[in-house]
């Protein structure tokens, strides 16, 4: 008896436990928020910032293939040794750290590989061509070396030394040194069997096959706003000089002086009169004015900064870059008042000569070419004789 009462308890304390959790938790649905609690979220990311490249294709859509065998290993060899190609990222030079994750994310980010290159040197910098001159493949990855590669390789001969009563040849120490860099492409199994354009689509997040410029591929790395700026040849304020050059060539003419503050800066000049001219000033490698004489005389001159660049990687310092809406017109000097009345040589108790007397053109009664003017005598009208009237002496 019992035994068939406790399964029979078991399953009510079970069941009992489970109403009871339901029940907590719709009780703290519908209990209302505690005033007193501040809730911190997380600030939602920029709505203008560039998006992250998502490669079409990668190392994990394809671990159910079976492992790559030794014939299809040497025809990507052969499609990929020796190809041309644009980099997506800064590549430091003599460093092999690059790796693409299965996931298709590259390791380091891209502050910390401006950040490395700006120690050790580049190899290539975002848009630059480079050439894949040697592609290695282990158990779970694929190495490709650029330019060369990170270590300089050298010839059985270089090695040797001669030497003898008139001293000894030492080799060069630039022999060394790296040309390149490296770049790895993981997998979490093995290498699986794919064909060249699949392994393309694997190192699309750092390496461009497409027949892109250099430009194009730089301006896919930059937030909307200042791609749109470089197309349409507009410089903005915070922009490098790699920027500038993309949006308006290189200049023609520059110029070093020294501000007001005695601090030394560099003008970029571009037009000449009777064009507009623009003038594009750097500190540094940041542009911190830019000045537009126009053909008219008018002069604009934007000093806001538009652009932030920090690590290699531009973001908009103003939401409404490329707009230009913090354009300061600079004026010379007030503008003139207009005279509430026209200046005239009659006196004020003086009637008008009808003759005379000007009609000011307005949108209902607009100047027309046979309206009298000053000091001319009225036309008369078609089928009249020209009356011929003395003309008064001066006042």
Same mark, same amino acid.
């Given at each position: 008896?019992?035994?068939?009462?406790?399964?029979?308890?078991?399953?009510?304390?079970? @069941?009992? #436990?489970?109403?009871?959790?339901?029940?907590?938790?719709?009780?703290?649905?519908? %209990?209302?928020?505690?005033?007193?609690?501040?809730?911190?979220?997380?600030?939602?990311?920029?709505?203008?910032?560039?998006?992250?490249? #998502?490669?079409?294709?990668?190392?994990?859509?394809?671990?159910?293939?079976?492992?790559?065998?030794? @014939?299809?290993?040497?025809?990507?060899?052969?499609?990929?040794?020796?190809?041309?190609?644009?980099?997506?990222?800064?590549?430091?030079?003599?460093? %092999?750290?690059?790796?693409?994750?299965?996931?298709?994310?590259?390791?380091?980010?891209?502050?910390?590989?401006?950040?490395?290159?700006?120690?050790?040197?580049?190899?290539?910098?975002?848009?630059? %061509?480079?050439?894949?001159?040697?592609?290695?493949?282990?158990?779970?990855?694929?190495?490709?070396?650029?330019?060369?590669?990170?270590?300089?390789?050298?010839?059985?001969?270089?090695?040797?030394?001669?030497?003898?009563?008139?001293?000894?040849?030492?080799?060069?120490?630039?022999?060394?040194?790296?040309?390149?860099?490296?770049?790895?492409?993981?997998?979490?199994?093995?290498?699986?069997?794919?064909?060249?354009? +699949?392994?393309?689509?694997?190192?699309?997040?750092?390496?461009?096959?497409?027949?892109?410029?250099?430009?194009?591929?730089?301006?896919?790395?930059?937030?909307?706003?200042?791609?749109?700026?470089?197309?349409?040849?507009?410089? /903005?304020?915070?922009?490098?000089?790699?920027? #500038?050059?993309?949006?308006?060539?290189?200049?023609?003419?520059?110029?070093?002086?020294?501000?007001?503050?005695?601090?030394?800066?560099?003008? !970029?000049?571009?037009?000449?009169?009777?064009?507009?001219?623009?003038?594009?000033?750097?500190?540094?490698? +940041?542009?911190?004015? #830019?000045?537009?004489?126009?053909?008219?005389?008018?002069?604009?001159?934007?000093?806001?900064?538009?652009?932030?660049?920090?690590?290699?990687?531009?973001?908009?310092?103003?939401?409404?870059?490329?707009?230009?809406?913090?354009?300061?017109?600079?004026?010379?000097?007030?503008?003139?008042?207009?005279?509430?009345?026209?200046?005239? /040589?009659?006196?004020?108790?003086?009637?008008?000569?009808?003759?005379?007397?000007?009609?000011?053109?307005?949108?209902?009664?607009?100047?027309?070419?046979?309206?009298?003017? !000053?000091?001319?005598? %009225?036309?008369?009208?078609?089928?009249?004789?020209?009356?011929?009237?003395?003309?008064?002496?001066?006042?």
């Amino acid at each position: 008896m019992l035994c068939r009462i406790a399964p029979l308890a078991v399953a009510l304390l079970v @069941g009992s #436990v489970a109403v009871g959790q339901d029940k907590n938790a719709a009780s703290q649905q519908s %209990k209302p928020a505690n005033p007193d609690v501040l809730v911190i979220k997380a600030p939602e990311p920029p709505k203008d910032q560039p998006q992250p490249f #998502v490669p079409a294709l990668k190392a994990v859509d394809l671990e159910k293939r079976p492992k790559l065998s030794e @014939g299809t290993k040497m025809q990507l060899i052969q499609v990929m040794d020796a190809e041309l190609v644009h980099v997506r990222k800064y590549m430091p030079l003599g460093d %092999k750290s690059i790796v693409i994750t299965p996931e298709g994310t590259v390791k380091p980010g891209d502050a910390q590989l401006f950040q490395m290159t700006q120690g050790s040197g580049a190899a290539a910098k975002i848009g630059d %061509k480079v050439q894949i001159t040697n592609v290695i493949f282990h158990d779970k990855a694929v190495t490709f070396e650029i330019n060369g590669g990170p270590k300089k390789k050298s010839k059985w001969y270089q090695h040797i030394t001669i030497s003898g009563m008139g001293g000894s040849t030492q080799q060069d120490p630039n022999q060394a040194q790296p040309t390149g860099a490296a770049m790895t492409l993981q997998f979490n199994k093995y290498v699986p069997e794919m064909n060249g354009e +699949e392994l393309k689509k694997l190192v699309s997040p750092v390496l461009d096959f497409s027949v892109k410029s250099a430009a194009e591929v730089y301006e896919e790395t930059l937030p909307p706003k200042i791609r749109d700026a470089i197309k349409a040849h507009e410089v /903005l304020v915070g922009m490098n000089k790699d920027m #500038v050059v993309m949006a308006k060539d290189r200049p023609p003419q520059k110029v070093r002086e020294k501000d007001e503050a005695g601090k030394e800066y560099e003008e !970029w000049i571009y037009g000449k009169p009777p064009q507009d001219v623009v003038f594009v000033r750097f500190k540094g490698d +940041e542009v911190t004015r #830019v000045k537009i004489a126009k053909i008219g005389g008018e002069m604009i001159v934007k000093t806001e900064k538009e652009v932030d660049v920090r690590d290699g990687v531009a973001t908009l310092a103003s939401l409404q870059a490329s707009s230009s809406p913090q354009d300061v017109k600079q004026q010379q000097g007030p503008q003139p008042q207009q005279p509430a009345k026209r200046p005239t /040589l009659k006196r004020p108790d003086e009637a008008p000569d009808p003759d005379l007397q000007q009609r000011r053109p307005s949108v209902d009664n607009p100047q027309r070419d046979d309206d009298p003017q !000053w000091g001319e005598k %009225k036309k008369p009208d078609d089928g009249q004789e020209q009356s011929t009237q003395q003309q008064k002496p001066p006042l």
